[in-house]
């Protein structure tokens, strides 16, 4: 017998809560949809500037001189973390302050850090 044999002959299918996982499992697209926010979560200078919004609204100068980046680098980073609906930004005349969009963003900020910290 087969190794493959073997590991399926012991193999248990409990159908129940196969069926009801199934039946709860969200649309294809709207899992997709998550995958993509959380590879925004993969870059380390995504991650520095959600956690200096987490702790305070900033302009682009501010972050870039906090992180030590160019400008055009920070604006960058924004764009993207903008496009995934993770930042916000109000203008106060020239000056455009960036800030966490929602409590769900700060929320996982906030449980990423526990969870690495644990």
């Given at each position: ?97 960036y800030s966490l969009n929602d409590d769900h963003v700060r929320t996982i900020i906030s449980m990423g850090m526990e969870?690495?910290?644990?």
């Amino acid at each position: 017998m087969s190794d493959i044999e073997n590991q399926t002959k012991f193999l248990a299918v409990h159908e129940d809560v196969v069926k009801k996982v199934l039946d709860d499992m969200p649309e294809d697209e709207i899992l997709y949809d998550l995958a993509e926010s959380f590879k925004v979560f993969g870059d380390s200078t995504r991650i520095k500037i959600l956690y200096a919004l987490f702790e305070s609204e900033m302009c682009v100068g501010d972050i870039a001189t906090l992180l030590n980046l160019s400008q055009s680098s920070v604006s960058h980073q924004l764009r993207i973390l903008k496009d995934a609906k993770l930042v916000k930004y109000r203008r106060e005349g020239k000056i455009i302050f960036y800030s966490l969009n929602d409590d769900h963003v700060r929320t996982i900020i906030s449980m990423g850090m526990e969870h690495v910290t644990e």
